[in-house]
């Protein structure tokens, strides 16, 4: 279901976690939004988000919304300074949802 994510060089253990701590509603939601979180992850990892596969596991809902809705949200904030503070710990990408 969430296999497509290899495209992105996303691991089997990656995968596998995601399984374990997403119920299988959220994980559907992820498969029927592929090119959207394919797109995400491409952006990320183009402005130098590190930790994707923290985020995927633990905050798979950034994933799931349409890839025009994050660039939205994102865009309030200087791109530098997001990414080196959702860098120093994933769980700032909270910021993005105020």
């Given at each position: 279901m969430i296999d497509f994510l290899k495209m992105v060089n996303i691991s089997d253990s990656t995968l596998i976690e995601m399984m374990k701590n997403n119920n299988e509603a959220i994980l559907f939601n992820l498969s029927c939004n592929e090119d959207d979180a394919l797109k995400i992850i491409n952006y990320m990892q183009s402005i130098g988000i590190n930790d994707i596969d923290d985020l995927l596991?633990?905050?798979?809902?950034?994933?799931?919304?349409?890839?025009?809705?994050?660039?939205?949200?994102?865009?309030?904030?200087?791109?530098?300074?997001?990414?080196?503070?959702?860098?120093?710990?994933?769980?700032?990408?909270?910021?993005?949802?105020?």
């Open positions: 596991i633990y905050r798979i809902d950034i994933f799931t919304i349409l890839f025009e809705q994050f660039i939205k949200k994102i865009s309030k904030f200087n791109i530098p300074l997001l990414v080196e503070y959702v860098n120093s710990d994933y769980t700032n990408i909270d910021i993005i949802n105020r």
